[in-house]
């Protein structure tokens, strides 16, 4: 009996069940009718040091479906509340996940491996526990195309059909997505504890995020400031990081943010084609607050919901508290506008940082906003420009309506990188490395989905080969780099899951 680990494909410890019991509510994944696996993502799987081919053996898929759990697994349901749409609800919880544990991955570092659309759990009220494949399938690829770009995020380990229909608009496939996660612990899940005025578990809640994200702070005069700030450098990193690719979350509930910086809960989240700042796609954000601009100022509000719950653990006197957590929001936004500009600076090609270049990328954008030009190829197709106007241009200049737009802003352009001491053809490799040529497309995403739908998986494997490594050409799938044409634009995303 001391070989059935090998065959095993998951080996879990369960330091999240071993917290006080108020932080989980055990949960099985229930069975489902007939599992088929999709995919499992293999790179993935080597990374996180687990045997790929044990996970597509019936043994594996009966993991991924939920029908079996590894030896030693302690499936829970973890507990959280949060702010949705800024109207706090106290009891949120995995309704639809279940945490089957954690492993270590290859390079020593503890990832949860969690069920998504695993059935039901005592948090899930009046939901079905479960996912539709469409919402699972696009969490997939959107957190493998994070990935692609080097966006910290959940990750997808693998996708499997459950051969069960679930009712949302209309009835539709059932999914379940293997997902991994440095963990899932999110602002909402301090927010639970304070809220009920358990500062204990609060206190146990930090000491476990510093302990297994954030060791470094230990040591730290006061290690729950430090924490705050760390949470907070992530957060604004995270979101600029966001920014400069054009990725709206959609639901930037506190419950939606993670305490380890990661993209977490993809559902009505998308790319925009062409720059528009006040770009919603979600079909729930009515009001806009969770629009494409919105978001860093949206990070310092979940930001300040979390200093609230950490308050009674600052300073015993609870101005000094207060003060202590302000500052850290206000150096958010520094941090964010740092990360940020540096960013803009980077695809525009300067590799030197001068007064006038923030603006000059600022000037670009409003130009790509009046002009209706692709985000994405505008920054890409940059790279292609020489030091001087000639035929080059014609690839950015026929992204704006107006392609003569452009030339005014590139003349300024040239007379900036005139100053710089790197040359073009170091500044085209520079710039390639940070403008991908491939993004999530929202129509690559539906018709992914709507193939899927009828059993033809090739255009999900074409679209996940190109945003896995989005900063390469890949000839063959051109295409996929092409923003939609008018009838193909999505203007709605939702969250259905
Ligand atoms: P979200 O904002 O989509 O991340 O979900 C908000 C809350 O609703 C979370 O507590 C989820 O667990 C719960 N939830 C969403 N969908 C379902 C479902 N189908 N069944 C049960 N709970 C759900
Ligand atoms: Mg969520």
Request: glycine share 0%.
């Given at each position: 009996m001391t070989e059935t680990a090998a065959a095993e494909p998951f080996v879990l410890d369960n330091s999240y069940a071993?917290?006080?019991?108020?932080f989980h509510a055990r949960a099985m994944p229930t069975a489902v009718a007939a599992a088929r696996l999709i995919r499992v993502n293999r790179p993935l799987a080597v990374q996180l040091g687990l045997d790929a081919q044990a996970l597509e053996s019936p043994a594996g898929l009966d993991i991924l479906a939920g029908n079996r759990v590894p030896k030693g697994a302690e499936p829970l349901a973890m507990a959280y509340a949060g702010h949705q749409f800024g109207n706090f609800s106290p009891v949120l919880g995995d309704g639809r996940a279940v945490l089957l544990g954690e492993i270590i991955d290859r390079n020593g570092a503890r990832r949860d491996i969690q069920l998504k659309g695993a059935g039901r759990t005592p948090f899930s009220s009046r939901g079905d526990g479960r996912a539709a494949l469409g919402p699972v399938i696009r969490e997939y690829v959107v957190s493998e195309g994070m990935a692609g770009l080097g966006i910290p995020t959940t990750r997808a380990l693998a996708m499997v059909a459950t051969g069960e229909p679930v009712l949302r608009m209309r009835a539709e496939p059932g999914g379940v997505l293997t997902r991994v996660a440095a963990?899932?612990?999110?602002v909402g899940t301090f927010e639970y504890f304070y809220r009920q005025g358990n500062n204990e578990a609060v206190r146990a809640l930090a000491d476990y995020v510093i302990d297994r994200?954030?060791?470094?702070?230990?040591?730290?005069?006061?290690p729950y400031h430090a924490l705050l700030e760390e949470v907070a450098a992530r957060t604004a990193d995270l979101i600029a990081q966001w920014l400069l690719v054009g990725f709206i979350h959609g639901v930037m509930n506190t419950d939606n943010v993670s305490i380890a910086g990661e993209t977490i809960d993809y559902g009505p989240c998308a790319f925009m084609d062409n720059y528009k700042p006040a770009t919603v796609y979600s079909s729930i954000d009515r009001g806009g607050r969770y629009a494409y601009n919105q978001q860093p100022g949206i990070g310092q509000w979940n930001l300040a919901r979390f200093a609230e719950c950490l308050l009674p653990l600052l300073d015993d006197d609870e101005e000094k508290a207060i003060a202590q957590a302000q500052a850290v929001l206000e150096r958010y936004i520094e941090r964010f506008e740092n990360t940020y500009h540096d960013g803009l600076a980077a695809k525009i090609g300067l590799q030197e940082r001068r007064e006038g270049d923030t603006e000059l990328a600022y000037d670009l954008l409003k130009c790509m906003a009046e002009q209706g030009a692709d985000f994405t190829l505008t920054f890409r197709h940059l790279a292609d420009l020489g030091q001087a106007s000639d035929s080059r241009d014609d690839g950015v200049r026929a992204l704006f309506d107006d392609p003569a737009a452009f030339d005014g802003w590139a003349a300024r352009w040239r007379q900036r990188l005139?100053?710089?001491?790197?040359d073009d053809a170091a500044r085209r490799v520079a710039m390639r490395a940070v403008n991908p040529?491939?993004?999530?497309r929202n129509h690559r995403i539906q018709q992914a989905i709507d193939a899927a739908e009828d059993g033809d998986y090739q255009p999900l494997e074409a679209l996940l080969a190109v945003v896995a490594r989005?900063?390469?050409?890949h000839p063959e799938l051109a295409d996929y780099a092409r923003p939609p044409a008018p009838e193909e634009v999505v203007q709605r995303t939702f969250c259905g899951t």
């Open positions: 071993r917290l006080p019991s108020e963990s899932h612990v999110r994200h954030y060791p470094h702070v230990a040591d730290a005069d006061n005139a100053e710089e001491t790197r040529a491939y993004i999530p989005p900063f390469e050409d």
